[in-house]
């Protein structure tokens, strides 16, 4: 691995051998999403406690100051929508020239093992693992499922996961599932976990994030999860503390809800402020 390769990586899991990775790429496929209709505004109070940042390039450009910027991770798959016929009729949207002029510390890049477009996205998933390893950027797999929700199984993710390492993805992120160790233990590259199960209380999100750093995960790429919330400042802080600190879902939930009375504590003060 050439000192370019490891540098990079370096940029993205702390020394600790852990990352917090916020992503913001949600409208490339869904449009304008619930809370990050303006995605710099979303993605600024959150800057100074997440480690990276999944974007696709047209954001990034307009909508991140690149004096300060956290590592980007960038999304180089797209081409279908929610609207549209398949989700996992993906193709490669963003050439490796850009990339490098963009600076990057990694390329992102969808996958739909199972699906009518599992060959393709596969394809597009090796010949930007061959750009990647050419210019010393890794590339981070991300098994979709696109509309199909109730393949986030064990089984299905272990061997969707299993076959971006094989074509050279340098880490895969997959959704967090029961059984979780068997998708870690059968992917000989690191895992990053995406959200996890739809639930309705920060606990449940803190403890299934706990439970797949127990089992090898060396990190989390939560979006919704954070800056939908409506305190996003104590969530993110809460999940660091987790992802970094080890800390249970009961330690995290305190730190939420310290945080949060913090925020409600400024929110108060700015709005007496613009009385």
Same mark, same amino acid.
């Given at each position: 691995? /050439?000192? #370019? =390769?490891?540098n990079r990586i370096s940029q993205v899991v702390q020394r &600790? +051998?852990?990352? !917090? *990775?916020?992503?913001? &790429?949600? +409208?490339?496929?869904? +449009?304008?999403? @619930?809370? !990050?209709?303006?995605? #710099? /505004?979303?993605?600024?109070?959150?800057?100074?406690?997440? /480690?990276a940042v999944f974007v696709t390039r047209g954001v990034l450009r307009q909508a991140i100051d690149p004096k300060g910027s956290k590592p980007i991770i960038l999304r180089v798959s797209g081409g279908s929508s929610v609207v549209g016929p398949d989700l996992a009729d993906e #193709?490669?949207?963003?050439?490796?020239? /850009? $990339? *490098? @002029? !963009?600076?990057?510390?990694? !390329? #992102?890049?969808?996958i739909f093992v199972g699906t009518d477009y599992e060959k393709q996205s596969l394809l597009n998933l090796a010949k930007l693992v061959d750009e990647g390893e050419r210019?010393?950027?890794p590339v981070m797999a991300v098994t979709a499922v696109g509309k199909e929700l109730e393949k986030r199984d064990a089984r299905y993710l272990a061997l969707a996961s299993r076959i971006a390492a094989e074509l050279g993805a340098r880490v895969v992120k997959?959704?967090?599932?029961? %059984? =979780?160790?068997?998708?870690?233990?059968g992917c000989p590259v690191p895992v990053i976990m995406a959200g996890g199960p739809q639930v309705e209380t920060e606990k449940e999100v803190f403890s299934f994030v706990y439970d797949g750093m127990q089992k090898g995960a060396i990190g989390i790429n939560l979006g919704r999860n954070i800056?939908? %919330?409506?305190?996003?400042? $104590?969530?993110?802080? $809460?999940? @660091?503390? *987790?992802v970094h600190r080890d800390v249970s879902p009961m330690e995290a939930q305190e730190i939420?809800?310290?945080?949060k009375s913090e925020e409600t504590r400024k929110k108060y003060v700015r709005?007496?402020?613009q009385k």
């Open positions: 691995m /050439d000192w #370019g =390769f490891k &600790d +051998g852990h990352c !917090l *990775i916020v992503p913001i &790429d949600h +409208g490339y496929f869904q +449009g304008p999403t @619930r809370k !990050l209709e303006k995605p #710099g /505004d979303t993605l600024k109070p959150l800057l100074p406690y997440c /480690d #193709g490669i949207t963003t050439s490796i020239e /850009d $990339a *490098i @002029r !963009l600076n990057v510390s990694a !390329l #992102g890049i969808s210019y010393g950027i997959t959704y967090w599932c029961e %059984n =979780f160790e068997k998708v870690v233990n800056w939908q %919330n409506e305190y996003p400042i $104590a969530m993110i802080k $809460a999940l @660091r503390a *987790i939420y809800n310290s945080e709005k007496m402020k």
